[in-house]
C-alpha cells in the first residue's frame, strides 16, 4: 500500500500543477475586448397569447425555468476636461468643494504662476451615479473649453478575474491537502512547495489586479486643467493719479532782491501720484517781472493713518506728507523742501478732491525763505 501511494501521489501532484499551467494559458492567450461606451443588451421578446385551438406555424418565445440571471455590466469612468477661470485659488477652492459634496476625493492638486498667467491642475474620484452632474456643473466654475467623458465595458475581464482567482484557490487547497498527506518522499515535498510558492505568487498577483479593476469602477477618474483667463479686470486698481492744483502763496519772508512788495501769489500746477513710488509736483506763481516769478517742483510722498480710515474712505481721508526738490524765487535758483497736511474731502472709484496746507522753506545763497502755501487739488485715477 505505502508503495501505491508513492506510485500515485507524483502523478496526482503533475496533474495538478498542470491543470493550474493551463488555466494561467488561457487567462493570457484571451485577448481584451475593444473599449466600448456601454453594452446593449437585446430586448427579450414576450412570450405570443396561447395560440386558438386548431391554428398551425405560431412559434412561442419561453425562457427556461431556472436560467440564470445575467451578470451587472462593469464600466470603467474616465473624463477630462479644460476650464479658463478668472480666480484660480477661487475656482480650485469651488471644485473641492464640489467633490466633497458629490462624495468623491481629490488625489493630486497643483497650482502655479499667478494673476492671468495662473495654471492648475487636479485629479478627483468620483462615484459613477455622480460623475455626469458634476461634469455638467463645471460651467458654474469657469468657461468649459473642452471635456471628455469616456465608459470602457471591462465586465468580460472582470469576470474572468474571478473565475481564474475561485480556480486558483481550488488548485492551492489541493495541493496543501497532497502535501498533508503521509509517507511523501522529499522530493514530492520540494516539487509540491515550489508549485504551491507559484500558485500563491499568481493568486496575489490576480487578487491585486482584480482589487484595482474594482476600484477603477467603484470610482470614476477625472482630470482638470485649469488656466487665468486672460479676461482683463473690470475692477483693476489705479497705479495713476494724474491731477491739477490752484494755490495761493504767502511769502512770511520777503527773499533779499525780490522785486514786489506783495507777498500773496497766486498760481497753479499739476500732479502726478504713483501707488508705489514718489509723488511729483509742480507749481507756477507768475509775475509780469520775470524776477518775481516763483517755480517750485519737488517730488515726495503722503501717507494715511489707520485710525482715520487708511485713506479707504470715501469721505474725509486726512494725510501727511513731505517733498523737497527745486524753487526758482526772486530771480534765483534754490533749494526747497516742504511739509504738507492735507484732507481728501471726497474720494471715488474716479475722482478725488482734495485741499492742504503746506509750509515751504526755500534755501539759496542768500539765506532762507519761508512761506504758508493753501491749495485745491483734483485727482482723477488712471
Known amino acids: 500500500m505505502p508503495r501505491l501511494a508513492r506510485l500515485v501521489t507524483p502523478a496526482l501532484v503533475t496533474l495538478v500543477a498542470a491543470a493550474a499551467r493551463c488555466a494561467a494559458a ?51 469612468i474616465t473624463g477630462s476636461a479644460t476650464l479658463a477661470v478668472d ?11 464640489a467633490v466633497e459634496a458629490a462624495g468623491g476625493r481629490v488625489v493630486h492638486e497643483q497650482a502655479s504662476g499667478a ?11 468620483l462615484p459613477p451615479a455622480a460623475a455626469r452632474d458634476f461634469v455638467a456643473n463645471l460651467g458654474t466654475i469657469g468657461t468649459v473649453e473642452q471635456k471628455l467623458i469616456e465608459a470602457t465595458d471591462v465586465s468580460r475581464d472582470y469576470f474572468d478575474q474571478e ?16 502535501l498533508a498527506g503521509p509517507d511523501l518522499k522529499t522530493a514530492d515535498v520540494l516539487e509540491i512547495e515550489r508549485e504551491l510558492t507559484r500558485v500563491r505568487g499568481d493568486l496575489e498577483r490576480l487578487e491585486g489586479e482584480h482589487r484595482f479593476l ?13 488656466h487665468g483667463s486672460g479676461v482683463v479686470d473690470l475692477d483693476a486698481t489705479a497705479r495713476v493719479h494724474p491731477g491739477g492744483r490752484a494755490a495761493a502763496l504767502f511769502l512770511i519772508d520777503r ?27 509742480l507749481l507756477v506763481f507768475p509775475d509780469t517781472d520775470p524776477s518775481g516769478r516763483i517755480v517750485i517742483a519737488t517730488m515726495g510722498n503722503t501717507t494715511y ?5 487708511d485713506g479707504r474712505r470715501r469721505w474725509g481721508n486726512p494725510y501727511l506728507g513731505g517733498n523737497f526738490g527745486y524753487g526758482y524765487l526772486g530771480g534765483r535758483s534754490a533749494a526747497v523742501g516742504n511739509a504738507t497736511l492735507g484732507v481728501e474731502i471726497f474720494k471715488a472709484e474716479r475722482l478725488t478732491v482734495d485741499v492742504a496746507a ?13 512761506g504758508v502755501e493753501t491749495s485745491a487739488g483734483l485727482t482723477i485715477p488712471f
Request: aromatic fraction near 6%; charge should be positive; avoid cysteine.
Open 26 to 76: 488561457s487567462r493570457k492567450a484571451r485577448p481584451a475586448p475593444p473599449p466600448t461606451w456601454s453594452r446593449r443588451r437585446a430586448p427579450s421578446i414576450p412570450a405570443a397569447p396561447p395560440s386558438a385551438p386548431g391554428a398551425t406555424g405560431a412559434a412561442t418565445a419561453t425562457t427556461a425555468p431556472g436560467a440564470p440571471a445575467l451578470p451587472d455590466e462593469k464600466l470603467v
Open 87 to 97: 480666480d484660480g485659488p477661487a475656482a480650485l477652492a469651488a471644485l473641492r468643494a
Open 115 to 125: 494673476d492671468h498667467d495662473w495654471y492648475g491642475t487636479m485629479r478627483v474620484r
Open 163 to 178: 473565475v481564474a482567482i475561485k480556480n486558483l484557490r481550488i488548485t492551492l487547497e489541493r495541493l496543501q491537502a497532497i
Open 214 to 226: 474594482d476600484d477603477r469602477i467603484a470610482f470614476a477618474t477625472f482630470e482638470l486643467a485649469l
Open 255 to 281: 527773499p533779499a532782491g525780490f522785486p514786489t512788495a506783495d507777498r500773496l501769489h497766486l498760481g497753479g500746477g499739476a500732479s502726478l501720484r504713483f501707488d508705489k513710488g514718489p509723488d511729483l509736483e
Open 305 to 309: 493713518s489707520d485710525f482715520f480710515g
Open 358 to 370: 503746506r509750509v515751504h522753506l526755500f534755501l539759496d545763497k542768500e539765506g532762507a525763505t519761508t
